[in-house]
């Protein structure tokens, strides 16, 4: 026996016209040349959990980064080369992505591994046969373990940073670190790509069996830089 269409069922309202129904009663006291921008809204919520120092910021993120199962390194502005090679040696990279206007020095101490220049013909396909890519950042954030990229120098497109396995962040510390999402809002153009990254990408199935690389890159490691870098 078939059961009839409850959008058609006779005498009784469908489902469809009772949301709706809700709406207009939600709306019934909004002028009709209102519009969204029309009624100013209160932003009287936090803008930051709590009163931290710049060294205490740098330290919660790279609690939360780690928590989102990133690996996070600290290091001293002179040893940013250095470590950039150690990173990409024990990765076993062979090739790296290299974003137009990464900081001239950052990549003076690899040896052995072919800097792929990032250009509009770089195919997604030769994206995908790169092992590593090397990056800055335009801000993160303490609070939420998030970086942020914006497509400006150093950081390139946003298909570089989500296609090799292997992505390689330097954070200046604390020049670059905010303590929250609104904070982060107001140093951003929001007219250009922004990428968000809350450790590597990742996913869980019903079950919750975790599942890394699946919308990005597996691997990802954040360098919090103190001071200036050169």
Known sequence: MSHPDPESRPGGASSRE????????????????????????????????????????????????????????????????ALIATLLAERGARSAVVPDGLPDGWLSAVTGVELVADTLALTARQLDAVDSVVTGCAVAVAETGTIVLDGSAGQGRRRITLVPDHHVCVVLAPGQIVDSIPEAMERLDPARPLTWISGPSATSDIELDRVEGVHGPRTLEVILLDGPAR
């Open 18 to 81: 009772r949301v709706l129904g809700r709406i207009r009663r939600a709306l019934a006291d909004v002028p009709r040349d209102e519009l969204p921008g029309s009624v100013p809204l209160d932003r009287d919520y936090l803008r930051v959990h709590g009163t931290r120092t710049p060294e205490q910021t740098a330290d919660l993120l790279a609690v939360h980064l780690a928590d989102y199962r990133a690996l996070v390194h600290r290091c001293p502005a002179g040893g940013l080369p």
